[in-house]
């Protein structure tokens, strides 16, 4: 979906994966950004009718990038900065519960 | 100035609370602070500078041509704000203002960050929470591959990646002109600009030109058009835009007129002007009107950006569309509203010192009214007349639903329109289909927006996790309080 | 610019569940009623409260008119050409400790000695079944099956259309300003006029003390504020309404996945202002109890959070029936956060009194006159 333009400055690699496999993102970047730039084309589906969704204005407004961040589901992607390590989820429907019951 | 990264490192009450870290929320950071008062600045970016000055101290787009010097005029701000005396909390989301019970005239702000949400109080607040762009629901608008024009913007500055396939930008507004210079530049392969702008819409600017012709814009506007214009392909008098893809975007049907024609695009960017976000000051409370020349509704302010409800000011283009320079001085100004309350300096002082901000902000307002005027969006995209578009997105609603409603149901506003329609209760609370119901059901029922009224917000402006909330530690002040 | 009637059969303030309830009811029986609410039907207590059809855990003085409101609730489709979003899934009482339970079993007990019914003590093993989610340590508890939920504002709307569709003339946006003696009627003074009628039934919510008290018969009310909160979508897990006997919990998922959670918490009312102020430490309270008892919800997130405007009674009970000072003056209101469940038989109940004289349904306990020694 989204590219590198020719020149861009540096910046550290991460690792991450989404829905299980691996990708890397960039130091500085969102979650959000992180997956559009990966190809990622749908983030979610909605909870209404299962529709894929992708993030449409990526400033916190739309609620459309919600994903499932390490276990944790209804995060804004394009609030988020990646980190490394980070598992990343497509957002399936209604929010699942996740495994940070403490 | 070191940015707070645990919430409980932050002091229970403040002088003033700033929300939002654009050009308005930094400037009225660092001039409050500079007469002498305590300050904290929530925003919920992680870095600042807002929307306009998005990711100005990391973006990877080291080339300043690209973005452009308007652009890169927000370092000033910002470095000025990291200089001062201000307390800075980024990733830290706002999420309700009301009144502090143990000390009135006060306000009490939820906050949360890092997972963890407090309770702080404030003597006085300015909201600087900014626009958002206008709703533009036309059919097929929630495929994956359509986006705001805003998002491309943002994905530019912030990572410096730009939309690999073919792209569409459609719409009006001088921001459409600036994003396709701007993505041009970067390499995107733009295979065309549909301009949505209504022809009978020069009429009615022509009042306004005067102005326009002395103002700022007009220099930047035709430089921008003039870069964009020559390489790009070019549709004016856009009448009619409709998305098309199975799962995702494929191609985008534009009328123009009695022609018609499909074109195959991978990535859609949407724009048709910004409008102030009064989710916040809605719930706060505050009055708010309908801006006929704007199409928009404005909070009601004063000359200081003093909102209905003492101790709450807005500034910047939450106050109205101004754009970033008049939003660094609305913030000034709004500094100093805030300041002389507080009895930091005199009214006399105040006045002086608020006198040449003012001058300055009245030259860059100047010409505002012409680009209201002349790129106000045509009915048929305030309220699509396809039935089955999607007008709220986070309940899939559609416009046919909403005008079934407001006929057939008799339903007045928004608000009422909540016993039938789940429009508006979603996790955007309206911001995406607010402006299209109230323009659905006032069309329908032959009464202006002004009338037919807006939702009624209450807190939490944004989610926050029942985690937070049930982990919320409790104030000094409330453990001492009186039961109620 | 009002055109209608200046006169009918019954003028009835209030056009909140029970207002409409009352004007469809008797219009039903031929009477012309005229509606006055002074907002939209449903703005306040009736519109935003958590939706409960709740027989369970109710003063035992409820009972009658509970019954006769939970046959027309599962019935209501053919009453108000709505089903009003009704479904019927249970309501649970969850006990958290033994002597919860055993409280919950003396009050079963009474119940059943009284001739009612519908509570029924389930154990710890029953209580699972039904609430799969709900912590271990909880023993059992009482279930009322027939009980569920509705959509509160729809619920009211529907009532008010189908009191408009059958002829009440239903004025909205206009304010009761004065009530006055005009020979065998009673006149309503209004901002938009007046209006006459040989009855008229106050059923005016968290404002329906003022109009009491104007009629010489103050009553102990106070408006408050009941907070609610609702999150995000959540995948299916709890069918039955849930509520608890110790501490203040009500607890409900909706088809659409979100969960509604409320209890009575209280923020603070302005009447004057249609405005209501949450209190974010005592709504920290009520979310801790979600997190004690249902695990499961720890990580849900509150995407909206509101209170409405309520008339609260000192005793927790409604004030229901005839004046006790005036003739052809009703009262309906003070419903105390419980009224919701009562407004489709309560307005068929008032009708009956208001067209026949009286009513088989039993109000004992109820009426205005319960306060009238105490000035």
Redesign the interface.
Known sequence: MFRPMRERAAAAALNFTFDGRPMTGRAGDTVAASLLANGIVACRETPVSDTPRAPYCLMGVCFDCLVVIDGIGNRQGCLVPLSEGMRIETQHGRRQFGEALS | MTPVKDIATVAEAYDLIVVGAGPAGLSAGVRAAELGLSVLLAD???TPGG?IYR?IT??????RS?LGEDYWRGSGIVARFEKSAATYAP?C?VW?I??D?ATPGSF?L?LSLGGKAR?ISAAQVILATGA??RPFPIPGW?L?????A??AQ???K????????RTVIAGCGPLLYLLASQLAA??TEIVAVLDTTPRSNWSKALAALPDFLRSPYLAKGLKLMAATRGKLRFLTGVTGLAAQGE??LGGIRVERGSRVETIPC??LLLHQGVLP?VNFSNAA?CEHYFDEEQHAWLPRLDEWYASSVAGIAIAGDGAGIGGAESAALRGEIAAFGAAFRLGKLGESQRDAQAAPVRAELSRRLRGRRFLDLIYKPAPQFLAPPQDETIIC????VTAGQVRDAAAR?GV?GPN?M???L?CG?????G??CGPTVVELIAQTRGVSPAETGYYRL???V??????E????P??EA?VKAVV? | MRTGRDSADVVVIGGGIHGCSTALHCALRGLSVILIEKDHAGRHASGVNAGGVRQLARHVAEIPLSNASMAIWHDIANLVDDDCGFSSDGQVLVAENEADLAQCRARVEDLNLRGFHHEEMIDAKELREIVPAVSEDCPGGVISRRDGAAIPLRATQAFKLKAQRIGVDVREGVRVTKIEHDGANWRVVTDAGECLAPRIVNAAGAWGGRIAADLGEPVPLEAVAPMLSITAPLPAFIKPVVILRGRKLSFKQFGNGTVLIGGGYLGRALPDENRTILDWSKLASNLKTVWELFPIMRGASIVRAWAGIEGRIADELPVFGRSAKHEGVYHQFGFSLHGFQLGPGAGAVMAEIIATGRSNVPIDGLGIERFAGSH
């Open positions: 919920e970016n992680p929307q990711a990391t973006t990877p787009v080291t080339d690209i990733g989301t309700s009301g009144p019970e009490e939820g309770m958002q762009e929630t994956p591959g359509v986006m705001t805003g998002a943002i994905a530019l912030g990572s410096g990646i730009v939309p690999s396939g970067a390499g799962k995702q991978d990535a976000s409370g997105r986070c309940e899939e149901l007045t009422q909540k016993a039938f789940r209760m979603g996790p955007c609370q911001r995406l209450r807190p939490p944004k989610p926050v996790t029942l985690a909330l049930a982990a919320l409790a104030t409330a109620r």
